[in-house]
């Protein structure tokens, strides 16, 4: 695979998770990485990104609680999710974005208990 997430699971609300993200070595050129989620019946959504710069950027709903980093010599991004919320519960994807081109994770699973 192009990319694989991994750090998804089952946690408590209040708790925390941290998600992995790895671009295969045949992957050049990456201009951002970002994290989307998709909880059932909705759209998916930006959660954060963050350029190869190290701009970041965030959803509203995830500020002060989620950070995103990234080790671009590894061409791996993390999201570390602290606080976390049942709304929160949703396919996590990872999207690496080069020129003109994009690659996608398969996704892992978050899911928040109440």
């Known amino acids: 695979a192009q990319v694989v997430e991994s750090g998804g699971g089952l946690v408590q609300a209040g708790g925390s998770l941290r998600l992995s993200c790895a671009a295969s070595e045949t992957i050049f050129g990456i201009n951002q990485f970002n994290w989307y989620r998709q909880a059932p019946g909705k759209q998916r959504e930006l959660v954060a990104g963050?350029?190869?710069?190290?701009?970041?950027k965030y959803a509203d709903s995830v500020k002060g609680r989620f950070t995103i980093s990234s080790d671009n010599a590894k061409k791996e991004v993390y999201l570390q999710m602290n606080s976390l919320k049942p709304e929160d519960t949703a396919i996590y994807y990872c999207n690496i974005v080069l020129i003109g081109y994009g690659y996608w994770g398969q996704g892992t699973q978050v899911t928040v208990s109440s």
């Open positions: 963050i350029s190869s710069g190290g701009s970041t």
